[in-house]
């Protein structure tokens, strides 16, 4: 007993510590890294998005599970990487997900992502803490507009080799996407508690509109978080589209002081060649999130 309460608490040490969690004094929300931002692109806009179709939608099983009916033509893969804070920590995370349409009105999402953190050291030993995510989606039109999509995120931590916590959350989420309009709401990270802590359970509302300017179409943005802890979190971004080839985009989060996502600016990049896109994201302007880089490819069939 003595073993898993020094694990408990050491892995959500660990987890804060990581840049992406937390402010200074975090909450005691279990597995923050369920809501990191999985999508380079989306990250560029400071995870806003939700509602609209930035960076496709492979990576629709980490929290956006309508995504994928309303864009994917067939399949869609993706495949990333995030390099967190490096002044800060050593956290790696490698990120894979895809969706497939299965007929006019059903697709589905997969996808899997993992960490490992800092080494740290307890009684004289050397523990590299690691964390996994296996995520699955389906998602369904209920008419050219309207869809409706669940996701379920299983994670995993391990701070000692033979001793780990796990946890399943869900999400549900419906959407209305017409012409250049699109909005979306529903609930992400649904689930009991692990040990004597909540997962960061939030209601979510997401919107976004495109307008065409010539061979640039704009692109705004913008979510809010409610969390049931209390907290609560707001994200605004643009993405500048040149004649569909090359994508700038810019975002920041408002965050409250617990919130599992601090408040941070970010810029970024995409490229666009046919049926191939790379998106490349830097966040700045956090305590803890500062120099965080992001990169990845995705394909379209």
């Known amino acids: 007993m003595k073993r898993i309460a020094l694990f408990l608490s050491l892995t959500i040490s660990a987890a804060f510590?990581?840049?992406?969690?937390?402010?200074?004094?975090?909450?005691?929300?279990?597995?923050?890294?369920?809501?990191?931002?999985?999508?380079?692109?989306?990250?560029?806009?400071?995870?806003a998005g939700t509602a609209?179709?930035?960076g496709g939608s492979a990576y629709a099983a980490f929290g956006s599970p309508c995504s994928a009916v309303d864009t994917v033509k067939k399949i869609e893969?993706?495949?990333?990487?995030?390099?967190?804070?490096?002044?800060?920590?050593?956290?790696n995370n490698l990120v894979a997900g895809a969706s497939f349409r299965l007929n006019r009105k059903l697709a589905l999402s997969v996808g899997y992502a993992g960490q490992t953190l800092s080494s740290i050291n307890v009684n004289g030993q050397d523990y590299t803490p690691k964390d996994m995510i296996i995520a699955g989606a389906v998602s369904f039109a209920l008419g050219k507009?309207?869809?409706?999509?669940?996701?379920?995120?299983?994670?995993?931590?391990?701070?000692?080799?033979?001793?780990?916590?796990?946890?399943?959350?869900?999400d549900l989420m419906l959407s209305y996407r017409r012409d250049a309009f699109g909005v979306a709401g529903g609930v992400r990270s649904l689930g009991g508690k692990i040990g004597n802590s909540s997962l960061p359970?939030?209601?979510?509302?997401?919107?976004?509109?495109?307008?065409?300017?010539?061979?640039?179409?704009?692109?705004?943005?913008?979510?809010?978080?409610?969390?049931?802890?209390?907290?609560?979190?707001?994200?605004?971004?643009?993405?500048?589209?040149?004649?569909?080839?090359?994508?700038?985009?810019?975002?920041?989060?408002?965050?409250?002081?617990?919130?599992?996502?601090?408040?941070?600016?970010?810029?970024?990049?995409?490229?666009?060649?046919?049926?191939?896109?790379?998106?490349?994201?830097?966040?700045?302007?956090?305590?803890?999130?500062?120099?965080?880089?992001?990169?990845?490819?995705?394909?379209?069939?």
């Open 77 to 91: 893969a993706a495949a990333s990487y995030a390099k967190w804070a490096p002044g800060l920590s050593n956290s």
């Open 201 to 301: 359970t939030s209601a979510l509302v997401s919107g976004g509109y495109s307008i065409p300017a010539g061979p640039v179409v704009l692109n705004l943005v913008a979510d809010a978080d409610y969390y049931f802890s209390g907290n609560w979190s707001a994200a605004a971004g643009a993405e500048a589209s040149v004649m569909s080839l090359v994508q700038v985009r810019a975002g920041y989060r408002f965050s409250s002081e617990h919130a599992v996502i601090p408040s941070h600016l970010s810029l970024g990049v995409g490229l666009t060649l046919g049926p191939a896109a790379l998106d490349v994201t830097y966040l700045t302007a956090s305590e803890y999130l500062d120099s965080t880089i992001m990169g990845g490819v995705r394909i379209r069939f």
């Open 145 to 170: 507009s309207l869809s409706v999509g669940a996701s379920v995120n299983y994670a995993k931590s391990e701070l000692f080799e033979d001793t780990s916590i796990s946890g399943t959350a869900f």
């Open 17 to 47: 510590a990581a840049p992406a969690v937390a402010q200074e004094t975090a909450s005691s929300e279990a597995f923050p890294i369920i809501r990191y931002e999985r999508n380079p692109a989306r990250a560029a806009v400071a995870g």
């Open 52 to 54: 609209t179709m930035i």
